[in-house]
């Protein structure tokens, strides 16, 4: 079992709808859970982080987490074709700045 | 104010050659990551930098590979001799002191020929 899996899709959503994006880890001492988007070929860019259960929104972009369940959302509302991209779920132990896990990131593909 | 950055951007070595990768992470930022993704799997951590100490290095996978962060700024990958499963795209990240959010360079793509 993979410490962070996602579903590797890709999840195609027309312009407009909710994307929503899924991730479960299996280290229940995790502590802090972040989605990043990352273009072709471009950087990862840290878009959300969160750290206590429940849902956390910034714009358009939703985090949900639900620390019994060892899983964490990300929904994306009025989905453009712009946030065409991977999204990778990166899991921390700890919240003091220590390594990093990846999931193997949902390609999103926002059709017009 | 400057995000990561590391060079080259690309890299193709023979085998056997060695190749160093600089990353300059975000001014004032302690902590500094090396991450690595191969065809095909996730991006797996290699190892971390608080300042010019190595705080983790339990993802380097094995000694080939020799990393450097002198007087706490940037920081170098050396990887003597390369071997064809080194390809792969090495990223560079940073984050504060005690901060759990790291940004994260473009990448390093190396190919091993």
């Known amino acids: 079992q993979k410490e962070v899996e996602q579903n590797s899709g890709p999840l195609s959503v027309p312009e407009g709808a909710i994307a929503s994006l899924n991730c479960t880890y299996s280290?229940?001492?995790?502590?802090?859970f972040f989605w990043y988007r990352q273009y072709s070929g471009k950087s990862p860019e840290l878009i959300m982080s969160?750290?206590?259960?429940g849902d956390k929104e910034d714009g358009r972009f939703t985090a949900q987490l639900n620390k019994a369940s060892q899983y964490v959302s990300l929904l994306i509302r009025d989905s453009q074709p712009s946030d065409s991209a991977t999204y990778l779920c990166?899991?921390?132990?700890?919240?003091?700045?220590?390594?990093?896990?990846f999931g193997g990131g949902t390609r999103l593909m926002v059709k017009p | 104010e400057a995000g990561v950055t590391q060079f080259p951007s690309h890299s193709v070595i023979e085998k056997g050659q060695t190749v160093t990768l600089r990353c300059d992470p975000i001014s004032g930022h302690d902590n500094l990551y090396w991450y690595r993704r191969v065809m095909g799997k996730e991006i797996k951590f290699l190892l971390h930098?608080?300042?010019?100490?190595?705080?983790?290095e339990s993802g380097m996978p094995n000694n080939r590979f020799l990393a450097e962060r002198t007087g706490g700024t940037y920081s170098t990958l050396k990887v003597q001799p390369a071997e064809l499963e080194d390809s792969g795209v090495y990223f560079c990240a940073s984050s504060q002191f005690g901060g759990p959010e790291a940004f994260f360079g473009q990448g390093t793509r190396l190919t091993v020929v």
């Open positions: 969160i750290y206590s259960n």
């Open positions: 280290d229940r001492v995790s502590q802090s």
């Open positions: 990166a899991v921390n132990r700890d919240n003091a700045g220590n390594m990093l896990t």
């Open positions: 930098f608080v300042k010019e100490s190595k705080q983790d």
